[in-house]
């Protein structure tokens, strides 16, 4: 497949070389060989060397397979047969110690929390008019014939002298 794509990429490529070496040709026919189209003339067949090298690269020596053996072997060791990593002296486990360790780590993880959650509805506040701003700017585009849309306002717009509708009239 990659093969395929490689060679749909390059046959137009040796085309185009080919065509180019044929006009350099007949230019140094006409004007007999200088420099620049001997150097011209290197060039392309160059090119067209490495075009013909890319195309014959066998790609698929990049993907090949591993072998996994079935048996098992002592080069590689199960996940159970590999020790745990340490780093200095052997650390055991004493439940004593843990039980208690680990309400205090529930502990500190509610005061955390309490902070993070105390702090909620004045971010909640503070995003909202944010968000609406950032609405607004996104909304006002200019048009094509360059004139800017009307600022009309919406039904979430706030304006003065709204009675709020959440109050009772007798409360």
Excluded: W
């Amino acid at each position: 497949m990659i093969e395929r794509a490689i060679a749909t990429v390059l046959t137009p490529l040796s085309v185009s070389n080919d065509a180019l070496t044929a006009r350099v040709e007949v230019c140094e026919r006409a004007r007999g060989a200088d420099d620049a189209v001997t150097a011209l003339k290197a060039d392309l067949v160059g090119l067209h060397k490495d075009v013909d090298e890319l195309m014959s690269t066998d790609l698929s020596m990049l993907f090949g397979s591993v072998n996994i053996p079935d048996v098992l072997s002592s080069d590689i060791p199960a996940c159970s047969e590999v020790p745990p990593a340490t780093t200095g002296k052997e650390v055991r486990a004493d439940d004593s110690v843990t039980k208690p360790e680990a309400k205090t780590n529930v502990e500190q993880l509610g005061v955390t929390d309490e902070g993070v959650y105390d702090d909620l509805p004045y971010l909640d506040g503070a995003m909202v008019p944010i968000a609406v701003q950032a609405s607004s700017r996104d909304v006002s585009m200019v048009g094509s014939s360059g004139a800017k849309d009307v600022d009309t306002p919406g039904i979430d717009t706030q304006t003065k002298g709204v009675v709020d509708m959440h109050t009772s009239p007798q409360a």
